[in-house]
């Protein structure tokens, strides 16, 4: 039992009386028995008021949430409980969330329930957390008080409901961009490629045999069953693979609007992996910092993006230098098949970049290389405003420095036949997709 604030006003009140009646001459025998009567009815009241309070330990609580909660959105926690028919109850409710998440309004919450006079009674109440950052997190118990009938004490009680939960990137971002760009280019969805007629090795069709035709092709079994020579024709394919390499080092540790830039890589990686996938593309990732912690193939289909998922959820950027050089020597061993090879990552010094530059001119001429460098908006901020003091001016400075760096390093890579993009977070995703149909478009890889 927990006492309220009613009770605990209602025996100041009667301490208080005493002391009254005493200071205005009162005998102080008669005011201290009065004091002990009086607390005595408000204890006995309590007992009571306490033993009318519905009893909470009997009831079915349980907590419910996503299987997979998303990172940087709110998530929506709901408690639904089993409450017996019976008089109106006022409960309060505390979850004992993981300390890792951000709680969105009141930590506790409150429910008003009228009088019922059915069997039982399923209600629910929801809160919100936010994921800072991916990773594995543990909920604790479920805690509820009902206020007793006359308002003197709660009764409380303790569920247990630990539990486990995952916070993954932002998938529904992924979802939002997939639905838009279908919109955009429905044509571009459920379509088989072009297809064209050739000594490609993909079977097309099967036709009657023609003086020149390559022996090899005849098609023995259905020149038997039709009684002439018959041969096949095959097409050229026209899927194209995608290959997503992602920095984990040390610049990808930089946070933006509450995420790390290789969160917002990772959610753009993710929406762009959608789009690929649905076009009918193969995709592969690799993951790297000083050394390459993980390859995936390319591959089509649904099944392939969870794995990209999983991959995607488990990777967390280190306090290290990343080794462009050592990414693109492995990629190009492990894929030796032409591919556009999309590279996000950040680059603010001379060794970086030249180190950069190395990595991307080792793709050419057999990838498709596209440098995506993720921008800052805070620098582009800080150039644009008018310096009002010295140390602005010096800040300015160096940030003009960096701004115009990036510039020219990106320019060195674009003259070796590569692509590249200097994009801030909000555009990332959108502009990487756009960048992706246009090659895809015009038969770049």
Avoid at 45 to 55: F, L, P, Q, V
Avoid at 336 to 365: F, G, I, K, N, W
Wanted: glycine residues 6%; charged residues 25%; aromatic residues 8%.
């Amino acid at each position: 039992m927990i006492w309220t604030g009613r009770f605990l006003c209602l025996l100041a009140l009667g301490a208080a009386a005493p002391l009254v009646i005493w200071l205005l001459g009162g005998s102080p025998l008669t005011s201290g028995l009065g004091l002990l009567l009086f607390d005595a009815l408000l204890l006995l009241t309590a007992w009571i008021d306490g033993w009318r309070t519905e009893r909470v330990d009997t009831w079915l609580v349980e907590r419910q949430l996503a299987p997979r909660l998303m990172l940087g959105e709110p998530n929506t926690v709901e408690i639904r409980l089993t409450v017996p028919a019976g008089r109106a109850l006022q409960l309060d409710l505390r979850d004992d969330f993981p300390p890792g998440l951000e709680l969105v309004g009141a930590r506790d919450l409150r429910l008003k329930l009228p009088r019922s006079t059915t069997s039982s009674r399923v209600v629910s109440v929801g809160y919100q957390l936010l994921a800072p950052r991916r990773g594995e997190y543990h909920f604790g118990d479920l805690h509820i008080r009902c206020r007793s009938p006359w308002g003197l004490v709660r009764r409380q009680s303790a569920y247990p409901a630990a539990a486990s939960c995952r916070v993954y990137p932002n998938l529904r971002q992924a979802h939002r961009e997939e639905l838009t760009f279908r919109q955009l280019y429905p044509f571009r969805f459920g379509q088989h490629p072009a297809r064209q007629r050739g000594q490609g090795r993909d079977f097309e069709s099967l036709r009657d045999y023609l003086p020149g035709d390559d022996l090899r092709d005849i098609a023995w079994l259905a020149t038997a069953r039709r009684g002439r020579l018959v041969t096949r024709q095959y097409r050229f394919e026209h899927h194209q693979r995608v290959v997503l390499l992602l920095d984990a080092g040390r610049l990808m540790t930089s946070r933006i609007d509450h995420l790390t830039k290789l969160d917002h890589a990772i959610n753009a990686a993710l929406s762009l992996s959608r789009i690929v996938l649905a076009a009918g593309d193969q995709l592969g990732l690799l993951i790297f910092d000083q050394e390459v912690r993980s390859w995936l193939p390319p591959q089509r289909g649904p099944a392939h993006f969870q794995k990209l998922l999983e991959a995607l959820y488990q990777v967390e950027a280190r306090l290290v230098e990343p080794s462009h050089e050592r990414a693109c020597a492995y990629l190009s061993y492990v894929n030796p098949r032409r591919s556009l090879v999309l590279l996000l990552t950040d680059v603010v010094d001379e060794v970086a970049s030249a180190q950069l530059l190395t990595a991307t001119a080792s793709l050419l001429p057999r990838h498709l290389p596209l440098v995506v460098t993720i921008g800052d908006l805070d620098l582009s901020h800080l150039v644009d405003l008018p310096p009002m003091t010295v140390e602005e001016v010096y800040r300015q400075s160096v940030a003009e420095d960096l701004l115009q760096h990036r510039r020219e390093a990106l320019a060195r890579i674009a003259e070796r036949g590569a692509l590249t993009l200097d994009l801030p977070t909000t555009q990332l995703a959108p502009s990487l997709i756009h960048q992706y149909f246009q090659i895809r478009d015009r038969r770049l890889v």
